[in-house]
């Protein structure tokens, strides 16, 4: 009677043992879907940051006097359609013109800057753990691409009434008249055809789009970059 009691005994002790294990393999499982859990959600949260702080200094960066102008890598020049119009009229005495109408069009571009910020706002809002985890092990403007993809249409349409309505406040399209006017007094000049909104809308999303991407390189490769210890956690990895 005794050996059938211990017998039991021990076969009570090793099915604990047994269940145990099979309770502690499913422990570490759950343990090891919650951490992954955590890690995206720092990633999504740690990109989020980063791309608002990143944003938010591109949008500056261009929206103040000169952001645009005094950037040679952004600086919306003469279009090319008429630079050989520019030069002609800039030997013969009328350079002063041609500078004014390349300022006027820089400004146009500052004025319309600060809007993009509620655009790439929303893109960050809506981005999901796929689109962070593809940024973050991207390339070197993998997010900038994102912004591109989420908000170039959008920007596009709110921009360009802006730029029309600053041009036309600051003398852009007058300028743009004067020039071509002064042109076509030289004998045999064929008047232009150029859509000088759209010239003006496309060169300032290019240059704030060119500004994103070097906020993104910066945090991605300076930790001084890294403002925040959660931009520390995810990219000082």
């Given at each position: 009677m005794k050996k059938i009691v211990y017998i039991i005994i021990i076969s009570v002790l090793l099915s604990s043992v047994a269940h145990a294990g099979f309770l502690d393999d499913i422990f570490k499982r759950l343990t090891s879907g919650?951490?992954?859990?955590?890690?995206e959600s720092t990633i999504v949260s740690g990109l989020k940051e980063a791309l608002s702080v990143?944003?938010?200094n591109a949008v500056s960066h261009v929206?103040?006097?000169d952001g645009y102008f005094s950037n040679e890598a952004i600086k919306i020049l003469m279009p090319e359609k008429i630079r050989t119009?520019?030069?002609?009229l800039g030997k013969i005495g009328f350079q002063k013109e041609v500078d004014g109408f390349i300022l006027s069009m820089n400004r146009a571009a500052e004025k319309a800057a600060?809007?993009?910020?509620?655009?790439?706002?929303?893109?960050i809002k809506e981005m999901t753990i796929e689109d962070a985890k593809n940024i973050v092990s991207g390339g070197d403007t993998a997010a900038t691409d994102y912004f591109r993809q989420k908000t170039?249409?959008?920007?596009?349409?709110?921009?360009?009434?802006?730029?029309?309505s600053s041009m036309e406040e600051i003398d852009v399209t007058s300028r743009y008249r004067q020039i071509i006017q002064k042109y076509e007094t030289i004998p045999?000049?064929?008047?232009?055809?150029?859509?000088?909104?759209?010239?003006v809308t496309n060169n300032a999303l290019e240059g704030l789009f060119y500004m994103v991407?070097?906020?993104e390189k910066k945090i991605r490769t300076d930790p001084a970059a890294r403002v925040t210890d959660l931009l520390k956690t995810v990219f000082g990895k």
């Open positions: 919650t951490q992954q859990k955590n890690d990143g944003t938010e929206s103040r006097l119009i520019a030069d002609t600060p809007q993009a910020t509620a655009f790439f706002m929303d893109a170039s249409a959008k920007l596009y349409q709110a921009f360009k009434p802006v730029i029309s045999f000049a064929q008047k232009p055809s150029l859509d000088l909104d759209h010239y991407g070097e906020e």
